[in-house]
């Protein structure tokens, strides 16, 4: 079945981890999951080579966009089962600048020029 992108990250969760605290959901500015299923393609085909070459014998590539975009958000898993095991589950959610677990991605106070 052919899948949307928007359709797919509203679906995915992306579009409730995007934006800001304050906002609604927000789309990516960009196809995010069309990249991602197309970098899945790209893998999975050069692993269908990798068999053809070793055996002789064809593969079936195939591909699921809701998939691509699920193995994408790997941190807001772990987040998530993390919250459930200690924090009453506490839901992912839009941070803007910020993760809750990298520092670098914080927003300061001082304005950079």
């Known amino acids: 079945m052919p899948g949307h992108d928007l359709l797919v990250q509203a679906l995915g969760g992306l579009m ?11 789309k990516v ?3 995010l999951v069309d990249v991602l299923t197309g970098q899945n393609a790209l893998a999975g085909i050069l692993m269908a080579l990798r068999v053809r070459d070793a055996t002789g014998a064809g593969q ?3 591909l699921n966009p809701l998939s691509s975009l699920l193995a994408a958000l790997v941190n807001q898993g772990a987040a998530t089962q ?15 600048f910020a993760r809750t677990s990298e520092v670098p991605y914080q927003r300061t106070q001082r304005s950079v020029p």
């Open 16 to 26: 409730s981890i995007t934006g800001h605290p304050e906002g609604e959901p927000s």
């Open 29 to 31: 500015g960009v196809a």
């Open 60 to 62: 079936q590539v195939q």
């Open 82 to 96: 993390r919250s459930a095991i200690c924090c009453a589950g506490v839901s992912p959610r839009a941070l803007g």
